[in-house]
């Protein structure tokens, strides 16, 4: 069947919903702020990239071809992301006696397994910073050609007053006190303009350099973005996505950059889609708190990378999201119950062949799922093309999971609707929703084993020798206290007022 809804997305850039509309018929080229690469995701960033998956494989359901890029940061961002401090990477391998590479690859590959774990497809197009040097020094090199740039003793400089509308993105009021808060140093036009090259300090190596015609130094962070972007999905694409922070001044940064080099006040994407914030014990999720989970953290804690993904499900993309293990458990009790019906009407089904073809298709071949979905819908009743049509809708209103798996919801608890067509209809949902609800086994969403009891005393004394080890900053010994605990059943959090925990429910 064909879906009427057309699909309508809140723009960043004119902070409304709009229609969406591709530049070329039937394709969409989108662009992802990848990670930078210098430690674990916390699940904060992995909820930017459930949204992105989210958004393609929407994409993918209403039939568009999806080429999907996205970069790696392994050079070029700083502490700050207002441009100040040091480079995270170089900072990284300091610390740790490794080499800036190595980390990079590391934390790339460890990346790229949380995305898998999270069924997150990935890109059809990587792409790492420090591959692209000699095309970032080309483009910064014809800003200043242009006008749009100028020489400091630390760097070269865009200036930003140069562009028309600097900031919109960011709603920016230059006047006032955002434009106060960009630091103004060292001989900056105006307090917003950012360094597109970073000259290596007098006398000092740094770990990463190149030359340029400033001298040696690294590219900034956001020139990154503009000349990856560009190279592979041209002057003009479709969607750029990234986490709201971005919208403040990494992607106005972008845009100037974008605008200069085009040379036609182009910002290069017709749309930018930002996620809100993951937040944990009422702050931003961050490394730099403290205040984080990666989702190694959370499988210790017993909860399945997919109840991530559901969790995060739940919410609209533009909600921010309270992080805490109770509500993670929470979702976790509604996906097995989801899946336990699912389960039920398996048994009730009779021939579900159609199921394994599908799955193989659906895995074989990425962007096939418009072509999955109408063999699922093939004679539907009209009830259950109802629901198609509804789910349809809520997904096509800026991405409306939650909408989308109450439709799922009233769905599976269908009295009048065929095992065997709820079963088709979910298996079309599992397109946008990416769960794999046909094949999760709800058993292995229910944490690991328990080996052994322990009672609360117990705990409590667990607790206390781990927090001592922690004073005495052996993270080992505390770490081995942590697992210990996960095996009695116990999951423990660490917040600014101490350690909680609770028990993992079976
Ligand atoms: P980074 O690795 O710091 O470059 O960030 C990767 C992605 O995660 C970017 O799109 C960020 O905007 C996004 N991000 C960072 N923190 C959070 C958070 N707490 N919640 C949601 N997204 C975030
Ligand atoms: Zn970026």
């Given at each position: 069947m064909s879906l009427a809804t057309p699909l309508r997305l809140f723009n960043s850039l004119t902070r409304r919903m709009e229609q969406f509309t591709t530049l070329f018929p039937g394709s969409v080229r989108i662009y992802s702020c990848g990670p930078?690469?210098?430690?674990y995701a916390h699940i904060g960033n992995l909820r930017a990239y459930i949204f992105t998956d989210t958004l393609k494989k929407v994409m993918q359901w209403k039939g568009y071809d999806v080429l999907h890029v996205m970069n790696i940061t392994d050079v070029g961002h700083l502490t700050s992301d207002a441009d100040e401090g040091e480079d995270k990477l170089e900072r990284a391998a300091q610390k740790s006696q490794r080499s800036v590479w190595d980390i990079a690859e590391f934390y790339t590959r460890q990346f790229q397994s949380d995305l898998q774990q999270l069924n997150i497809d990935f890109p059809a197009v990587w792409t790492k910073a420090t591959d692209h040097i000699q095309e970032m020094i080309q483009f910064a090199a014809l800003c200043e050609q242009r006008g749009y740039a100028y020489l400091l003793d630390d760097g070269l400089y865009f200036d930003?007053?140069?562009?028309?509308?600097?900031?919109a993105l960011a709603m920016m009021d230059l006047e006032g006190q955002e434009a106060g808060i960009r630091v103004a140093v060292?001989?900056?036009?105006?307090?917003?303009d950012f360094a597109l090259w970073r000259l290596s300090p007098p006398n000092t190596t740094r770990l990463m350099e190149w030359n340029s015609p400033w001298g040696l130094g690294a590219p900034g962070w956001h020139l990154e973005c503009s000349v990856m972007s560009i190279k592979y999905l041209g002057s003009r694409f479709d969607i750029h996505t990234g986490g709201i922070?971005?919208?403040?001044?990494h992607h106005c940064n972008e845009i100037a950059q974008n605008q200069a080099y085009l040379g036609?006040?182009?910002?290069?994407?017709s749309f930018w889609l930002h996620n809100e914030f993951v937040n944990m014990g009422q702050q931003k999720m961050s490394k730099s708190s403290g205040q984080f989970a990666t989702l190694q953290s959370l499988i210790d804690a017993g909860i399945h990378p997919l109840v991530y993904r559901y969790f995060c499900l739940m919410a609209t993309y533009r909600a921010p999201l309270d992080f805490s293990l109770e509500g993670v458990i929470a979702a976790r009790t509604g996906l097995v119950r989801l899946l336990k019906r699912i389960e039920a009407l398996k048994n009730q089904a009779g021939d579900l062949s159609w199921a394994t073809v599908l799955s193989g298709r659906k895995y074989s071949r990425g962007g096939s799922n418009a072509f999955i979905r109408q063999q699922l819908e093939n004679q539907l009743s009209p009830e259950g093309a109802d629901y198609i049509r509804r789910f349809d809708a809520a997904v096509s209103d800026d991405l409306n999971t939650p909408q989308g798996l109450a439709t799922m919801s009233e769905v599976v608890s269908?009295?009048?609707?065929?095992p065997d067509v709820i079963l088709r209809l979910v298996a079309s949902f599992d397109l946008v929703l990416g769960l794999g609800l046909l094949e999760l086994n709800p058993a292995i969403l229910n944490l690991r084993p328990v080996s052994a009891t322990i009672d609360e005393d117990g705990i409590v004394d667990l607790l206390e020798q781990r927090k001592n080890a922690r004073a005495k900053n052996d993270f080992q010994s505390a770490d081995a206290i942590r697992v210990k605990l996960t095996d009695h059943g116990v999951a423990v959090m660490d917040s600014p007022g101490g350690a909680t925990w609770e028990w993992v429910p079976r």
């Open positions: 930078t690469v210098y430690n930003t007053s140069k562009v028309p509308n600097y900031g060292g001989g900056k036009r105006n307090p917003p922070d971005h919208r403040q001044i036609d006040n182009s910002p290069a994407a269908s009295s009048s609707l065929a």
